[in-house]
């Protein structure tokens, strides 16, 4: 499929909302994609892409979002670029009340006084856990779980200083459907995930504003001819966006092409779930205490489960094309478009357009990254 891309490279394409860019110029003003100032040229045979987002990612390279310290996310934030991401969500994960609330106090102190241009944008928080069913835990702790309560959530919200933007969560514990309902009308993306709903549960939830499943099908009630779950209805609706990990591990290929037809571009959203060990050596790592195994692209608990992801953001836009036979402007509206739209910031994030934040890839004929710009300064290039 990517030789199949490469028979474009000798004609510029702009699409209505501009996603992808050849043989031109952008210029960049302010911090902001502009028609005048700095100029930005694409090599022949190059092509120029908006800035990845993130919305589902633990750690990079050694530190994790629970680790509740500054250096440890500065150095998540610095090392994403490389992979095109200009900007993210930090992601927690279930565990002790306080651990939780130092995360979230840490994330919230980071984005006030360091979200600089030059790096990755944090965009606020991703809550996954603990208002999870233990049935579907994954790498998630069964002991600090606990049901989904309005009045538990605003501790975190109020750690937070209401930066969580996105709560994965198990609809099925919620009781009358409060804690679905209280998120939606306060602009936080309720997201399914690590549950056991049936069919009946989610077409409950969407009607109080359930919009998202976390990571499609892992950590969720499979399809079943004759007991459809969270995957059938995942299908079935289009209120909801699908996460799916493009790592050739969590999903099959052939899985992928599915979702990707099925669905269709425009409600899948690419995300990492990466952990610490993502860019390190094989070996022993930790998610959320709990020992990890990374042997190659894998990582799991000693129980055998996988314990999130090892991927980049640019090697799950190679794999969505080779696996789903997309084509690049498709990969960028899961790994760009959507995430912005879901995230309410598409009229400044997601695209090219003139007067959006100057987030500019440049890749080359292979869709390697050779430069990250980060809200119009350069924070990676080979």
Known sequence: MI????????????????????????????????????????PKGYYAVPGFIDTHIHGSHGADAMDGTFESLDHIVKTLAKEG??????????????????ALNNI?????NNNIAGQPEILGIHLEGPFINCHHKGAQPEKFILDPTVESFKIFEKEANNNIRKVTYAPELDKNFEFTKYLSENNIIPSV??????????????????????????????HHHRTPGVVTAGFAFDELNTEIIVDGIHLHPNTVKSVVKIKGPNNVTLITDAMEAKGLE?????????KVIKIKNEVRLESGSLAGSV??????????????????????????????????I?????????????????????FNVVKTICRGKVAFEI
């Open 85 to 102: 991401v200009t900007s993210f969500l930090p992601t927690t994960m279930t565990q002790e009340i306080s651990n939780i609330n130092k």
């Open 282 to 290: 094989d070996g022993e790592y930790k998610l959320g205490g709990q």
């Open 193 to 222: 995930g690590h549950s056991s709903a049936n069919f009946e549960d989610i077409e409950k939830a969407i009607s109080f504003g359930l919009s998202s499943v976390t990571h499609f099908h892992n950590g969720q009630s499979p």
């Open 3 to 42: 030789n199949q891309q490469k028979n474009n490279l000798n004609r510029g394409i702009i699409f209505k909302m501009i996603k992808v860019l050849t043989n031109t110029s952008i210029f960049m003003k302010d911090g902001k994609i502009s028609n005048s100032g700095g100029k930005i040229n694409i």
């Open 108 to 112: 919230s102190s980071y984005m006030n």
């Open 346 to 366: 598409l009229t400044r994030k997601g695209s090219l357009d003139i007067g959006k934040d100057a987030d500019i890839v440049i890749l080359d004929s292979e």
């Open 311 to 344: 991927n980049t953001m640019i090697n799950s836009v190679k794999n969505v094309i080779e696996f789903s036979g997309c084509s690049l402007d498709d990969a960028i509206t899961m790994a760009c478009i959507n995430p912005a739209k879901e995230l309410g």
